[in-house]
């Protein structure tokens, strides 16, 4: 048994920069720090959680950015990599004529620097309280072969599995791949996140009862299908509960999955795995409550609650 103090959450994901357009010419670009597992590995330093993160990162210029960034936002780099050859991915995001945002490019130089499954230590997992990982980085092989060696050792160590399915199916050689791949994780999972859209794809079918039923066979302990103001449906230990959210008017949704996922992790790693089903569901309630803060302002880790604000909802 695993006796070492649980001193963080250890997240394993890719870094992105973030290219935004400060005119509707798209010439000129402000940088942001960027990325789904960043932004939780953000969201639960900002809460007032430790958390650790395994990525590669280079020595250019884009990556010493992000460096200062995640070591300004408190998040622990002990376990990342760095690589001279490695470039972070960068996304380049432009304005239409209606000040719109639209994806406009993504660029990944270095696909194949990636850490590799020996390069994972066994201490940042002793340490750990939850592994925290999604979908985004696994149709690379070698990231698919570190995530799967990442979630044996969480396993070996007590280590609580966190998964974000985070669906990009673009990423992917096919939708089939992409589907098989996601599901192979969910025997192991302890905490599932993924919305209504991610639900069906993985099911192969739309009609959310049918497709809860698909999952069940999975037997995972905490299913979490956010519905943006509609709040989450939760399925703890096979039963539904429907958790809500209070009413806001929103500015910008992105990045509100990933700050929800955050203040969930938080909780969980603060307080422990629940003794009972009305400590899960406070945890599920404090995490809309961080996705509607987030959803309040424009941006995605911008736009990350911190702890001084949790009374802003209540």
């Not at 000040?99 to 990636?114: E, G, K, M, S």
């Not at 302890?190 to 066979?217: C, S, Y």
């Not at 230990?237 to 992790?265: C, K, N, S, W, Y």
């Amino acid at each position: 048994m695993n006796n070492t103090p649980k001193t963080h959450v250890l997240i394993y994901g890719d870094i992105f920069v973030d290219y935004i357009a400060t005119d509707k010419t798209n010439t000129k670009f402000k940088t942001f720090l960027g990325g789904a597992t960043i932004n939780v590995a953000a969201g639960v330093s900002r809460l007032g959680a430790n958390s650790s993160l395994i990525t590669v990162i280079g020595e250019d210029e884009d990556s010493n950015f992000a460096v200062n960034e995640l070591e300004t936002e408190g998040v622990d780099l002990t376990y990342a990599l760095r690589s001279p050859k490695k470039k972070v991915n960068r996304v380049y995001v432009h304005l239409t004529p209606e000040r719109d945002r639209v994806f406009a490019n993504y660029i990944d130089d270095t696909p194949d620097l990636q850490v590799q499954p020996s390069d994972l230590d066994e201490q940042a997992f002793r340490q750990a309280s939850i592994l925290h990982i999604c979908s985004g980085t696994m149709f690379h092989p070698t990231a698919l072969a570190t995530t799967k060696r990442a979630v044996e050792l969480a396993k070996a160590n007590d280590v609580f599995l966190s998964l974000d399915t985070n669906v990009r199916p673009l990423r992917w050689e096919s939708e089939d791949i992409c589907r098989s791949t996601i599901l192979s994780f969910l025997h192991q999972t302890d905490l599932l996140k993924l919305t209504e859209e991610e639900l069906a794809f993985l099911m192969k079918e739309t009609d959310v009862q049918k497709a809860l039923a698909g999952l069940a066979v999975y037997n995972i302990p905490v299913v979490m299908m956010t519905m943006g103001e509609l709040g989450t449906l939760a399925v703890i230990e096979g039963r539904q509960h429907h958790v809500g959210v209070e009413p806001i008017e929103p500015v910008d949704t992105t990045g509100a999955g990933d700050a929800f996922i955050a203040g969930v992790l938080r909780g969980l790693h603060l307080h422990g795995k629940p003794n009972n089903l009305e400590e899960m569901l406070d945890h599920i309630r404090f995490g809309n409550k961080m996705g509607a803060l987030c959803a309040m302002k424009s941006g995605a880790l911008s736009a990350m609650p911190y702890a001084d604000e949790l009374g802003e909802l209540e």
